[in-house]
C-alpha cells in the first residue's frame, strides 16, 4: 500500500544531476586548453497539444538544426506503445536501455504523437494519468532530452507550450525546471483552492478520500505556512488521479508524490471504495508528509540535493506528526502511538538510515532525538540553506545545534 516512489525518483535524478555536474567540470578542466566552454543550450520551443480525447501531439522547434533527441532511459514500453514520431525520416530508437528520436538528415522542427498510456514502471514517473472524467495528468520530462548536432551534445533551452482541447483548463507545473520535471494537467476542472494551494480531486473520489484530503491540505498547509512563517512562492497544483477500482477487496495503491512543484497522485484498488479510519489515517499522514516536501523545496535555491536523503524524509516524517498533532487531525494519542511505530521499526533495522524504509523510520528517529523540535530545526535549515545555496545534509543539522 505503501508507494513513496516519486520520492525516490528525485533524489536519484538529484543525483545524477551532480554526477553530470562533476563529470562536465572534469572534462572542461582537461580539455580547458582547447574548447573553453560546453556548448550552450540550444533554445527550443516545445508545443504540447492535446488534440483528441486520449491524443496529444509534441512539436519542437530548435533554434539551429540538429539531429537527434537523446531522450534517456527507456520508460518501458511507453515511447514504443504510445509515440508517433510525424516528421519524415525521424525514428524512434533504443539501445542499451535508451531511447532517442533519430533524424536521418538534420532539421528544426520535430513533432510526435502521443497516445493515452494507462501502464507504468516501478520506479520511474507514470508517464499519463488518467481521470474518470476525461482529465489527463501528463509527464512532460519524459519529452525532454539531450539534442545531438554534428558531433556534439547540447542540453535543451525549453520554452513550453501547452494547448489544451476547446474549452478545457490546462495548468502547467509551478516549478518545471530546466528538465520539465513535473505533471501538465489537461481536463474539464477548475482547480479547489483549499488553503494555500491548489487541488483537482477525481470525481470518482469516494467521499471520504475527499474529505480527508480537503480536510488535511486545507489545515496543514496553513499550519506550514504559519509554524515555516514562509509562504509558498508558487502555488502549487495537487491532482489526485483515481484510475481505477479493480484489484484485491480491502487494498488499494497510491503512486505519486511532489515533481516540478505540485503534487501529483494517482490511486487504484478496490479497497478506495469503503471508509475506515485506518485508511483515512494513512491518506492524511501521506497527503502532509508530500506537503512537508513542498515546503522543504519552497526556496529561491538550496533544498534537497542528492545525499542524505534521511534528512528530507525523516524530515518530512516529522514534520507531518507535529502538523498532525497541531491541527488537532490526530490525537495526541494517535500521533505518539505512530511516532511509537516509527521507532520500532528503525529498531528492527538496526537504525540504518540507507535503506528505503530506514530514510523514514530511522530518519524519523533522529529528527525525533535532537535537542531541537522539529519546525524550528526546519526553519533554520531552511534559512541556511537558502542564504547559502548548500543541501540540506547532515552537517547542517550538526552545524544548527552547535549554535
Ligand atoms: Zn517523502
Redesign the pocket.
Known amino acids: 500500500m505503501r508507494n513513496?516512489f516519486l520520492?525516490r525518483e528525485q533524489r536519484s535524478r538529484n543525483a545524477v544531476r551532480a554526477i553530470a555536474a562533476c563529470a562536465a567540470l572534469l572534462l572542461a578542466a582537461l580539455v580547458g586548453t582547447v574548447h573553453a566552454a560546453a556548448p550552450a543550450p540550444l533554445p527550443t520551443k516545445l508545443t504540447l497539444t492535446h488534440i483528441a480525447a486520449d491524443k496529444w501531439r509534441a512539436d519542437y522547434v530548435f533554434a539551429e538544426p540538429i539531429t537527434a533527441v537523446e531522450l534517456g532511459a527507456q520508460v518501458g514500453p511507453y515511447r514504443k506503445q504510445a509515440w508517433r514520431p510525424l516528421t519524415p525520416g525521424v525514428e524512434l530508437v533504443a539501445d542499451d536501455g535508451s531511447e532517442a528520436m533519430r533524424s536521418a538528415s538534420p532539421l528544426t522542427e520535430l513533432s510526435v504523437e502521443i497516445s493515452a498510456y494507462d501502464d507504468f514502471d516501478e520506479g520511474q514517473y507514470a508517464p499519463i494519468d488518467r481521470f474518470s472524467d476525461g482529465g489527463w495528468d501528463f509527464y512532460l520530462g519524459f519529452l525532454h532530452g539531450a539534442l545531438t548536432q554534428d558531433d556534439r551534445q547540447r542540453s535543451m533551452d525549453v520554452a513550453l507550450h501547452l494547448q489544451g482541447l476547446p474549452g478545457e483548463t490546462v495548468i502547467a507545473p509551478a516549478k518545471p525546471g530546466t528538465e520539465l520535471t513535473g505533471y501538465a494537467y489537461f481536463g474539464p476542472q477548475k482547480p479547489v483552492r483549499m488553503g494555500n494551494v491548489n487541488v483537482i480531486i477525481d470525481p470518482k473520489a469516494p467521499a471520504w478520500l475527499r474529505e480527508v484530503i480537503d480536510d488535511t491540505t486545507t489545515k496543514v498547509s496553513q499550519y506550514y505556512e504559519q509554524a515555516f512563517q514562509r509562504d509558498l512562492i508558487d502555488t502549487p497544483l495537487i491532482s489526485v488521479a483515481v484510475v481505477g477500482f479493480d484489484g484485491a477487496p480491502g487494498t488499494f495503491n497510491v503512486k505519486g508524490?511532489v515533481a516540478g512543484g505540485g503534487i501529483t497522485y494517482r490511486l487504484q484498488g478496490a479497497g478506495l471504495v469503503d471508509d475506515h479510519p485506518k485508511k483515512r489515517a494513512y491518506m492524511a499522514r501521506l497527503v502532509a508528509?508530500?506537503m512537508a516536501?513542498l515546503w522543504q523545496v519552497n526556496l529561491m535555491r538550496g533544498g534537497i540535493g542528492g545525499d542524505d536523503a534521511w534528512v528530507?524524509?525523516g524530515g518530512?516524517e516529522a514534520i507531518m506528526l507535529e502538523a498532525m498533532r497541531a491541527t488537532g487531525i490526530f490525537t495526541a494519542e494517535a500521533s505518539d502511538q505512530y511516532a511509537q511505530e516509527l521507532l520500532k521499526e528503525c529498531d528492527q533495522l538496526a537504525g540504518d538510515v540507507t535503506v528505503n524504509r530506514g530514510l523514514y523510520a530511522c530518519g524519523f528517529k533522529r529528527f525525533h532525538g535532537y535537542a531541537m523540535a522539529p519546525m524550528p530545526l526546519w526553519r533554520a535549515m531552511m534559512a541556511r540553506s537558502e542564504g547559502s545555496g548548500e543541501f540540506y545534509s547532515e552537517s547542517m543539522i550538526q552545524a544548527i545545534l552547535k549554535q
Open positions: 513513496f520520492d508524490g508528509h508530500e516536501h528530507h524524509e518530512a
